[in-house]
């Protein structure tokens, strides 16, 4: 029983003893260049760039470090990132005009859809005109379902809304 214990103490004691070198330490370079590893973050005077590696993949804990504004160069434009910007306004160019052909597309279509109608329209109603005009009976069926003959006054409101729809749908199209 002792045996099994005493292995059992040394595993979990190895197991603990992995577990602490898992972790990865801070690496920089002070300003005379001797290299320090530690696991406490570096000196809150030390720039980004003499961090070497840090425990969370290169991103600082600490406060972020200021480097003065002059020693940053302004003038000094990536080629690359300047190449990925352009490419990248040229997909959006390209996506935003084949956008906008779409958007033409689907209004011509609609139009081409419209002008159909009007021209259904245009027909039913200049079909229609002649039978109102000749003073033939004509009568509709009102809302409780039953016929109704139109009278004077019904047959000049016929007569002018087919006017207004020849009107509206026979015009240029």
Do not use: Y
């Amino acid at each position: 029983m002792q045996k099994i214990a005493l292995s059992f103490a040394a595993c979990l004691l190895a197991f603990a003893a992995s577990g602490a070198h898992a972790q990865n330490p801070w690496k920089w370079r002070d300003a005379s260049g001797q290299m320090h590893i530690s696991d406490t973050p570096p000196p809150a005077g030390t720039p980004a760039r003499n961090i070497i590696s840090s425990p969370n993949g290169g991103a600082l804990v600490g406060a972020p470090v200021l480097t003065p504004l002059a020693a940053t160069p302004t003038a000094a434009v990536d080629p690359a990132a300047s190449a990925n910007e352009s490419a990248l306004e040229k997909r959006k160019k390209a996506a935003d005009k084949d956008k906008a052909d779409k958007d033409k597309a689907d209004r011509a279509a609609i139009d081409a859809k419209n002008a159909v109608i009007r021209k259904d329209n245009c027909a039913r109603a200049q079909a229609a005109l002649p039978g109102i005009q000749n003073g033939a009976r004509i009568s509709r069926i009102n809302d409780k379902g039953e016929r109704e003959v139109l009278d004077d006054a019904g047959r000049a409101q016929e007569l002018k809304r087919m006017q207004d729809i020849i009107a509206s749908n026979c015009g240029p199209l």
